[in-house]
């Protein structure tokens, strides 16, 4: 299985980018997809989450009314649009395809399994 995230860079304040993730080798529509970060010093947090269908989607408060999760499964990717991006929002984002034994579980069950994506860096400047 490889998690591959893609979009990361270098933006200032109030700018935007659009991150991609693709998942091969695992049935895609089987999984909870969801984007974590980790800031400097920080820990690890979940920005957002969506179900197998899109059907229902999680975002942190942090990030509410600015990003934006989707995904294709056709494609067997998963996007994060990061609008009004603030210096706070500069880490490194890993994307996660979470297994659940049920899989209409929702964002707030947890996961059986997890396969993490190398992570791709954002940083916004002010």
């Known amino acids: 299985v490889q998690v591959v995230e893609s979009g990361g860079g270098l933006v200032q304040a109030g700018g935007s980018l659009r991150l991609s993730c693709t998942a091969s080798?695992?049935?895609?529509?089987?999984?909870?997809m969801s984007w974590f970060r980790q800031g400097p010093g920080k820990e690890r947090e979940r920005v957002s989450c969506?179900?197998?269908?899109?059907?229902?989607?999680y975002y942190a408060e942090s990030v509410k009314g600015r990003f934006t999760i989707s995904r294709d499964n056709a494609k067997n990717t998963l996007y994060l649009q990061m609008n009004s991006l603030q210096p706070e929002d500069t880490a490194m984002y890993y994307c996660a395809a979470e297994w659940n034994t049920w899989r209409y579980a929702d964002c707030s069950a947890s996961a059986d399994f997890t396969y993490w994506g190398q992570g791709t860096q954002v940083t916004v400047s002010s």
């Open positions: 969506i179900t197998w269908n899109g059907g229902t989607t």
């Open positions: 080798a695992l049935t895609f529509d089987r999984y909870r």
